[in-house]
């Protein structure tokens, strides 16, 4: 077993703080998102337009990977980025910025809420399923061919594990050792369809063994099960040893996107009750880590910063449509 | 990721003159990318058989020897993650040349290749650069069959966001390979099997000609007049280059002047110098190996039709017709742009002039 950080009341404390600030984001962009987009549903209408996939309930993931990783590390994400964006330390106000289209945001609204590229903190998403993952395995061959430790995490959903490019991209990590922890998100829905109707195995981390690597899965959307799995996992990348594939049982609390009914999702109503944030919160005050006011400052402070984002956001410039052309090559331009 | 704050070299020679030494186009391009790698400890190669076999169609023999297999990777067959691969490794500042092997292949692959190797520095505002080289084989003419014959540039110069270079020579193939490879842009490097002079397929007379031995760059997006001449002009590029270059020569004793003009570069496009050829000349010949619909040769004469429609006084166009490239010899020799009908399109587009 390799050596990581063990889980401190400090660390749980940073966790749950991270997962009320993502809470907290989620809920402000929903918000800003339907505010204008009345009467009746226009996708296209409003200050953020667009599909819209938001990440409440799947916050235990990237609080519980975000403890072990520096901003020099790089991450991959998926359509569904914005907790594991805020979690790698991604500057709030510029993806925000960029979420409302702004010329300030982290690709001047050329890119959008699936498009979020944050060089300063090798982040990245890409909207096509398990596509973000082969970008991860060369981030992860420049850190290993410099001789740093640091690695690349690639985050995919539970459909992502049954594209190629995910097979594809185990099978060379392994093979060349690469600094490379994947992560799946099992959040049980591939918009409409359940993992049981999708994936032959009941725990994508037993596809790790087919490429030599280990495979682990967290039950119950367990963050400190993602802390120490993620923990065993990165130490593992960072001593040279390679990757290995995490599965995390997690919840997507809301729908695929914004405007998504759920119509085909029985289990709609017990939903909240597995949410996440308040079962840790209340562990960690049964337990005395944290006291309610805790709790409320935590609120307090992510509300401070989040609301900070989104006024950034929305004084800034809205993109000059004659510069639509910019930005397509570093030198020289189409002709 | 890094902003990469400027190309290895910078500061090279631009097309200088050829000299005296003669290389294939296969060896001038292991000799561009070998001098770039010596310079740049950042550039490295990685594909299928890239090492001891040396590339299918030898774009890399020799390098695996120079520099060992941690710059000149073989790869498992597994394009998607292999592009990715060097699309993550440019984006944190290497500089990647990635083959893959046969341009047909993109089927499997090209998500990687339109929506994230292109698109990247748009999506990121300009603020992670992806200066990463695609190299891969193009063209037919030896019964490779329908899935290992295509041009399919057409294709690659449609999507935005990488820049697309097609090679007809030894010199230029340096050069291209030299300037791609510091680009701090992606650049599709698409070399026909039938120019890089190799010993195992019918070569082409000018598959082996004059090259600098020093590192020097030919400009990405400049077209080249390849043979002057004042009836017509014939616009191409890649192995009809050739093609055309052999007609112009048959004919010119006829008293028929053939300009060609060999593009060089698809993205970004030439379009002053196909003007200008045009304007001399007043008949437009678009001879492209590719598809004909939907692709260059519809794009090369729009150039010429929207800025200045009144220069046309003929437009003829030799390509593949839209089929699937036939097998059987005789058969992708019907639909190849040969000499012939090249040959045929022009006596066509000058025949007003002979019968006046």
């Known amino acids: 077993m390799t050596l990581y950080p063990e889980l401190t009341d400090d660390a749980r404390r940073e966790m749950l703080r991270m997962m009320v600030l993502i809470r907290t984001y989620e809920e402000a962009i929903l918000r800003e998102y339907h505010a204008d987009k009345s009467p009746g549903f226009d996708i296209g209408a409003g200050l953020i337009p667009g599909e819209m996939h938001l990440s409440a309930g799947q916050e235990p993931v990237a609080a519980g990977l975000g403890a072990h990783l520096t901003l020099d590390d790089a991450m991959t994400a998926t359509h569904r980025p914005h907790h594991v964006a805020i979690a790698k330390g991604v500057r709030l106000r510029e993806m925000t910025a960029e979420i409302f289209g702004r010329e300030t945001g982290l690709g001047r609204g050329r890119g959008g809420h699936m498009h979020l590229f944050d060089p300063q903190t090798h982040f990245s998403c890409s909207g096509i399923i398990a596509e973000g993952l082969p970008p991860a395995l060369g981030q992860a061959f420049a850190f290993q061919r410099r001789g740093t430790d640091r690695v690349a995490v690639a985050v995919a959903g539970e459909g992502a594990a049954n594209q190629g490019a995910f097979h594809e991209s185990l099978n060379l990590a392994a093979l060349w050792k690469l600094p490379v922890v994947f992560v799946i998100e099992d959040n049980d829905w591939g918009i409409s369809v359940p993992r049981a109707k999708s994936t032959s195995v009941t725990s994508n981390a037993v596809r790790g063994a087919a490429y030599g690597m280990p495979g682990i899965r967290v039950e119950e959307n367990s963050v400190e099960g993602v802390y120490n799995a993620a923990g065993e996992a990165i130490a593992r990348a960072r001593a040279g040893d390679g990757p290995s594939l995490i599965e995390v049982h997690t919840l997507r609390l809301w729908g695929h996107f914004e405007g998504d009914a759920q119509g085909y999702r029985a289990d709609l109503e017990g939903v909240p009750g597995h949410d996440p944030l308040p079962t840790y919160r209340n562990g960690l005050v049964e337990r005395g880590v944290i006291t309610a006011e805790d709790y409320a400052s935590m609120q307090a402070s992510a509300v401070d910063r989040v609301e900070d984002a989104i006024a950034f956001a929305k004084e800034s410039p809205i993109p000059d449509p004659a510069d639509a052309l910019k930005y397509i090559f570093a030198e020289g331009a189409r002709s | ?356």
């Open chain 2, 1 to 356: 990721m890094t902003m990469t704050t400027g190309a290895p070299g910078a500061g090279a020679s631009i097309e200088p003159d050829p000299g005296k030494r003669k290389l294939s186009t296969s060896k001038a391009i292991q000799e561009a990318i070998a001098q770039q790698m010596r310079a740049d400890e950042g550039v490295f190669v990685m594909g299928e058989d890239v090492g001891s076999y040396g590339g299918i169609f030898s774009s890399t023999t020799g390098l695996l020897e120079e520099f060992g297999p941690q710059r000149i990777i073989d790869t498992p067959i597994s394009e998607t993650a292999f592009i990715g691969t060097g699309i993550g490794a440019a984006v944190e500042g290497m500089r990647p040349i990635v083959e893959l092997m046969f341009v047909d292949f993109f089927g499997v692959c090209m998500d990687q290749i339109y929506n994230h190797m292109a698109k990247i520095h748009y999506e990121s505002g300009g603020n992670v650069q992806v200066p990463m080289v695609l190299m891969t084989a193009v063209g037919g003419g030896y019964s490779d069959g329908a899935q290992h014959s295509q041009s399919l540039w057409g294709t690659f110069a449609h999507l935005p966001g990488m820049k697309v270079v097609v090679p007809s020579n030894p010199y230029d193939a340096k050069g291209l390979m030299t300037a791609a490879i510091r680009s701090n842009d992606p650049v599709v490097f698409m070399f026909h099997k039938g120019v890089m002079g190799l010993g195992w397929m019918k070569k082409n007379q000018r598959s082996v000609g004059a090259v600098p031995e020093e590192s020097y760059e030919v400009p990405i997006g400049k077209a080249r007049v390849a043979r002057e001449g004042t009836d017509v002009t014939i616009v191409t590029l890649s192995l009809s280059v050739h093609h055309a270059l052999d007609v112009a020569e048959k004919l010119e004793p006829e008293g028929i002047s053939v300009e060609v003009i060999d593009l060089r570069s698809l993205v970004p496009l030439d379009r002053d110098a196909i003007l200008a050829s045009v304007s001399k000349t007043g008949r437009l010949i678009v001879v492209d190996e590719d598809y004909q619909s939907f692709g260059v040769s519809g794009e090369v004469i729009a150039s010429v039709a929207e800025r200045r429609p009144g220069l046309l006084t003929h437009v003829s166009r030799v390509c593949v017709p839209d089929v699937p490239l036939p097998y059987a010899s005789q058969l992708e020799y019907g639909v190849l742009p040969t000499p012939a009908r090249i040959e045929a399109a022009v006596r066509e587009a000058v025949a007003d002039r002979l019968s006046s």
